[in-house]
């Protein structure tokens, strides 16, 4: 990537920086979304969403079943309430 190319595609994140740096706390002024209840972490067992996600990619790498569908159906769901 050249420097004219560089010029062309990162102009808003110079743009982010500028206005994190006149910014007296360092943030930018518009910071984006916030969280809420319903987007708050859903509280969980660290262990068992390792040992998803390792199936997960395992599945995805070796093409056979690595169990990783009753993984996920051990994780706590946010759109079910139960």
Do not use: C, W, Y
């Not at 743009?15 to 910071?31: C, L, Q, V």
């Not at 319903?38 to 509280?43: F, K, L, P, R, S």
């Not at 068992?48 to 769901?77: M, N, S």
């Amino acid at each position: 990537m050249d420097k004219t190319e560089t010029k062309k595609t990162q102009p808003e994140v110079l743009a982010k920086f500028g206005e994190a740096a006149r910014d007296m706390d360092g943030n930018p002024h518009k910071p984006g979304l916030r969280a809420s209840d319903e987007t708050a972490a859903v509280a969980m067992d660290p262990k068992l969403k390792q040992d998803a996600a390792t199936k997960v990619l395992r599945e995805g790498v070796f093409k056979r079943d690595e169990g990783a569908e009753e993984a996920i159906d051990k994780l706590p769901d946010r759109i079910l309430k139960k």
